[in-house]
Each structure stands twice: as structure tokens, then as C-alpha cells.
């Protein structure tokens, strides 16, 4: 990164001139020449300009500042990547600049604690987001996984909780005997990620022997209503709040037409768990992170759905031989066959 009084006195060529030629000579996709209170000058492949300096009232010593320039652009290039449009390019020369200017302001070419103030002035002024925590500085630690960890402990308070106390005994008891009652078929839904759970359930019972259909929450009032068969079918209804409005409607109908409801839900106050002939509440307070996004509650309705299928197996006597005759695929029934 030449001086561009030097370059220009040499080469007698404007100075945009010049970084475009070292661009093309040299084959780099970023070039940046200082000319102190001139600015600087900037090349990448698409644009070519040259970024002016604020004029500083006091010029103290300018010892370094070239240094300070080439520390600022890099900065800028490590948080926000390489240059692709004119602002972009705009946007870098003049943090480039404002941090070789702090370097003219103090006496020497070491940082102290003034010319960290200063800095932090001039980094704000530019971004004023910068003065707080922003996505930039979340990368930027992103390799300590502070989060990723405190997700886990935050799951593993939360599992914890359910299996010590967070359960009642005779919801499970009559969830399951509900099931085991069931002269037809055992459909559940839900909607969204309970949804998923719901899907899965269906998955987990249909192989221990069990007929079950997984049937999205919205579509149960366009037609699939039509699906549970009166005093036969078992709906299954998942929901976190237990207030979805397409969950506690179609438990709420499918009672009026004599169909036996079941839900598991995160309040037994809810719509969903009123309606319900039973449910299962695990009634905890979760944390979760963006104080909604579903997380921790949906490894505590994981966990029930889990456990219903375990007390089911053990109930129905569902041996290993029935197993395999239903999952003979993949490495699960290759388990099966070599332990048979």
C-alpha cells in the first residue's frame, strides 16, 4: 500500500489511476492507496474512486497513520467482507479513514487509552449500531458456542423437571388406556412444529402394531373430519399453548359428533385440555429462546410422546418378533433379525 504522493510523483498518473493499474498488474481484487488529508484511493474488479477525509481540526502526529489506515480497512473487510457494489466500496475507504485519522490526533504510534476513546467515537459515529452487541460481533464469538451450550442445560432442566414432578400419573394412565380402548384407528395432529410430533407419534405407534394416521390440524375442517369414525377413532391433538385455534376447533367438533379427544399440552387451562376427554399438561415454564421459538418444548412433548409409546409396548406385550415383522428395513431390522 504505497503513499499516493509517492506513487503519484512517480508515475505522473492520477491516483485512481494508479490503484487500477496496480489492480491489473498485480491481479488483486482490492487495491487501497493513503494520501493522508487527500483521502485515499480504491480499486476492485467493477469500481474504481477515491474516499475523502473529514478534515481534522489538529493534526498531532501522523506517525502511524498509514498503519492505523491499513488496520481499519481490514477490519472492515473481516466483518463485513469484500467490497461488491460502489457504496460498499464508499463504506470501507471512509472507515479507513476515520481510523488513520484517530492516529493523527495522539502523540506516537501506540494505542492508549485516549486514542481507544476516540476510536470508539469515530466507530459509532460511523455505525451507530456498532455500540452495541451487534451481528457482527455475535460472529466474532460465535467459536465460544455460548448459546448452543446454555441450550442444553436449559433442555436438561427442563427434562428434569417433567420426569421429577412435572407429569400426573392418572393423565398418563388414562392417555394410555385410551390408546389400548381404541376399536379403530389412533389420528393425530397438530399443527406447525407440535405438528411434527404429532406426525412422528403416528409413526412410532403405526410400528409397534398400533394403526395410526398422522392428519394435519388445518385440513380437518376441509374434509378430513371424515376420516375419525364415531365411537371408534381416537384423535390425538398436540399443542404447546393448547390454544391453536386449528386444534382446540377440530377437538371441539369432533366431540360434538361422539369421536373420543386426547391432547398433550403445555397448560391444563387451556381450550385444548378442557375439550379433551383427557390430557396430558406438563405444565412447565420453558425457556426458549426469542422467549417463543419452539425449543425446550418440544423436547418435553417429544418426551411424553416417548414415554407413551413405552408404556403402550409394555401393556400390549409387543414383542421383538412383532416388531420386526412391522420395521424389517434399514439397521433397526437388521438388529432384529441377528438378535432373533
Not at 414432578?165 to 384407528?185: Q, Y
Not at 371408534?232 to 404447546?240: C, G, I, M, P, T
Amino acid at each position: 500500500m504505497p503513499n499516493l504522493g509517492g506513487a503519484d510523483a512517480v508515475a505522473s498518473m492520477p491516483a485512481t489511476d494508479v490503484v487500477t493499474h496496480l489492480r491489473d498488474v498485480c491481479g488483486s481484487s482490492l487495491v487501497a492507496m493513503t494520501s493522508g488529508s487527500d483521502g485515499c484511493a480504491l480499486a476492485t474488479n467493477n469500481e474504481v474512486l477515491r474516499v475523502p477525509v473529514t478534515p481534522l481540526e489538529k493534526v498531532t502526529d501522523a506517525t502511524g497513520a498509514g498503519d492505523a489506515f491499513l488496520g481499519g480497512l481490514i477490519a472492515h473487510v473481516y466483518a463485513h467482507g469484500m467490497p461488491r457494489t460502489k457504496d460498499d466500496l464508499v463504506s470501507l475507504g471512509s472507515f479507513a479513514n476515520r481510523v488513520g485519522a484517530v492516529c493523527c490526533q495522539i502523540l506516537g504510534a501506540v494505542p492508549n487509552d485516549e486514542a481507544r476513546r476516540m476510536l470508539g467515537e469515530q466507530i459509532a459515529a460511523y455505525n451507530p449500531s456498532a455500540a452495541t452487541r451487534n451481528e457482527t460481533e455475535a460472529r466474532r464469538h460465535a467459536s465460544d458456542c455460548d448459546e448452543f451450550f446454555t441450550s442444553l442445560k436449559d433442555d436438561s432442566a427442563a427434562a428434569a423437571a417433567l420426569a421429577n414432578d412435572g407429569l400426573k400419573t392418572e393423565e398418563i394412565a388414562a392417555f394410555a388406556e385410551s390408546v389400548l380402548d381404541c376399536a379403530g384407528n389412533v389420528l393425530t395432529s397438530g399443527i406447525g412444529k407440535s405438528g411434527l410430533i404429532a406426525r412422528r407419534m403416528a409413526a412410532s405407534l403405526a410400528s409397534t402394531g398400533i394403526r395410526a394416521h398422522f392428519v394435519h390440524a388445518a385440513e380437518w375442517a376441509h374434509g378430513d373430519y371424515g376420516k375419525a369414525e364415531r365411537a371408534r377413532d381416537v384423535v390425538v391433538l398436540v399443542s404447546h399453548s393448547g390454544r391453536t385455534n386449528e386444534c382446540v376447533e377440530a377437538a371441539a367438533h369432533l366431540k360434538s359428533v361422539g369421536v373420543n379427544v386426547i391432547s398433550i399440552t403445555g397448560n391444563e387451562e387451556s381450550p385444548l385440555a378442557r375439550v379433551s376427554d383427557v390430557s396430558i399438561s406438563y405444565r412447565l415454564i420453558v425457556k426458549e429462546p426469542l422467549g417463543t421459538l419452539p425449543t425446550s418444548s418440544l423436547l418435553l412433548q417429544e418426551m411424553i410422546v416417548n414415554g407413551v409409546v413405552r408404556e403402550l409396548v409394555q401393556r400390549r406385550r409387543f414383542a421383538r418378533k412383532n416388531f420386526l415383522r412391522n420395521h424389517p428395513g434399514g439397521s433397526v431390522g437388521e438388529t432384529l433379525r441377528r438378535d432373533d
